[in-house]
């Protein structure tokens, strides 16, 4: 018999916990079925607007890879090399919310029993914004959308009051998820970005304004590297860039980071976990730092587009673990959200060692240069 892998989430079920995150591989109607087919538990739609995007020519997203046996990063595609990141450029969804009501309908009456999160973004900072956010809601809603995602948190949007520009002002963020709950009969859940101070400010401001849960992160704001033959950007427009967002592997221990302060500011919310997951190994991570569900982007562009492969990893992962630990009576992934929540502590709690211990002839910690040779330098 197949292992239960459901679970609730901000009064939603979920088959499983594993989500296609906002992005190219929700990006359309077909994506999505074959999602749901492929075996997802739900899918947050790329983000919907009110007005139409045009993106850049050219590719929208690139995938930066690592040599085996040097330390050469490139986005040329070549043998023998591990993905490093994604890195991404492409504005929301360039359809319309006319082109999305019916497919939101149809896709939801297709898969009633999977989750259909409509993400959607509007500006802010006047009421005809806030109307925007509303009337969005409203449209995915009616269509049958379980659950809203906010995105405050889109690191390339010019406009001030868009994106991550709304994401890293917490009264801002608090205004729209406000304006949002005052229309929604759905939960609603306020993707943050990572690039801030402190980002339970911004999650503060988003709790306050009504917001069920916190999904967490966005891509972070970076560049694509110079060539060092052609002295370009390795992906630009004429020669110029500007920055965008990366994602996968190299932002899985950021990304943690960030869920680890969230977690703990506010334990008894619900939160969303992104970046860097493609297999169930990392999003345990994620589950042990305290998140209910987790969401995935670039491990799924890069199999099949939709990510049937990953799904299958993470699913067979969670039956896996879940019969490992049979003996603790764990039935489901909430059974240890958060297991490991409070490991993460100051520095000064951590424990040192003694005086004789700490130069005492131990191994040297690798990495670091031995205590003699240390010495010499500070001389
Ligand atoms: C090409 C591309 C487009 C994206 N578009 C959106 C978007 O429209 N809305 C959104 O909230 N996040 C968007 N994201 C961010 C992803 O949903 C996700 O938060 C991020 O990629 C980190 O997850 P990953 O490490 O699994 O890729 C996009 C990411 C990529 C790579």
């Known amino acids: 018999m197949a292992a239960d892998l459901s679970t609730m989430f901000t009064g939603v079920r979920f088959r499983n916990p594993f989500l296609l995150s906002s992005a190219p591989p929700t990006e359309s109607e077909s994506n999505i079925l074959r999602a749901f087919d492929a075996g997802w538990g739900g899918v947050v739609t790329k983000t919907i607007g009110l007005h139409p995007v045009v993106n850049v020519i050219g590719p929208k997203t690139k995938f930066l890879r690592a040599d085996a046996d040097s330390a050469h990063l490139s986005m040329k595609k070549r043998p023998d090399t591990a993905l490093h990141s994604s890195w991404n450029w492409e504005l929301i969804s360039d359809k319309t919310l006319d082109w999305w009501v019916p497919r939101l309908g149809r896709i939801k009456q297709a898969f009633p029993e999977h989750v259909l999160v409509a993400s959607i973004m509007a500006g802010s900072g006047n009421d005809t914004e806030l109307r925007h956010w509303q009337t969005l809601a409203t449209a995915c809603q009616d269509q049958g959308c379980d659950a809203l995602e906010l995105n405050l948190s889109c690191p390339h949007m010019d406009r001030q009051d868009m994106g991550s520009n709304v994401g890293k002002d917490k009264e801002l963020v608090s205004i729209v998820t406000h304006a949002v709950k005052e229309v929604a009969r759905v939960p609603v859940w306020a993707k943050l970005t990572p690039s801030t101070t402190d980002i339970v400010v911004e999650a503060r401001g988003a709790f306050l304004g009504g917001a069920d849960a916190i999904s967490s992160s966005n891509t972070f704001t970076s560049l694509p590297l110079i060539d060092v033959e052609t002295l370009e950007f390795e992906i630009n427009v004429d020669g110029l860039v500007s920055t965008g967002g990366l994602g996968g592997p190299a932002i899985l221990p950021l990304s943690l980071a960030k869920m680890s302060q969230l977690t703990q500011a506010f334990p008894d919310r619900r939160f969303s976990g992104i970046g860097g997951i493609s297999t169930f190994e990392h999003a345990l991570n994620y589950f042990l730092l305290g998140c209910g569900t987790v969401q995935v982007c670039t491990a799924a562009m890069l199999d099949h587009a939709v990510g049937p492969n990953v799904i299958r990893e993470l699913t067979h992962g969670l039956a896996r673990f879940l019969e490992k630990h049979a003996d603790k009576s ?28 700490y130069y005492g002839g131990h191994q040297t910690a690798e990495g670091y240069a031995a205590p003699e040779e240390a010495k010499v330098g500070t001389e």
């Open 330 to 357: 764990w039935r489901g992934v909430d059974d240890f959200v958060g297991l490991l929540r409070q490991r993460v502590v100051a520095q000064s709690a951590i424990r040192r060692p003694d005086e004789k211990e």
